[in-house]
């Protein structure tokens, strides 16, 4: 799920910044799938369960608004905190 996390967000980082002339920051599951090397299937319930809240949906096109770029630092946080318990389990 991070992983397409991650590549919402540097496709928001490219459109913002302007880094690609004609770039759009929205793009389509079958993008992400074929640029991550992730099956359709687990990239649309990423998008769909794991990232709903985060992710927005337009006409088929995903992209993250950026009233939402708070709840991608939380998924981070989340997710450390995890690796975090499970660190101190093993040790």
């Known amino acids: 799920m991070e992983k397409v996390l991650i590549y919402l967000l540097g496709r928001k980082a490219i459109y913002i910044k302007k880094l690609k002339q004609g770039y759009k920051e929205e793009t389509k599951a079958k993008e992400i799938s ?3 090397n992730l099956s359709d299937s687990s990239v649309r319930k990423y998008l769909s369960v794991d990232l709903k809240g985060i992710v927005r949906s ?3 096109s995903y992209d993250i608004p950026n ?3 708070f709840k991608c630092e939380e998924v ?3 997710d450390d ?10 040790n």
């Open 67 to 69: 009233f939402n770029l």
């Open 81 to 90: 905190e995890v690796k975090g318990d499970k660190t101190k389990r093993s």
């Open 34 to 36: 074929e640029t991550l």
């Open 76 to 78: 981070f946080k989340k």
């Open 58 to 60: 337009k006409k088929g």
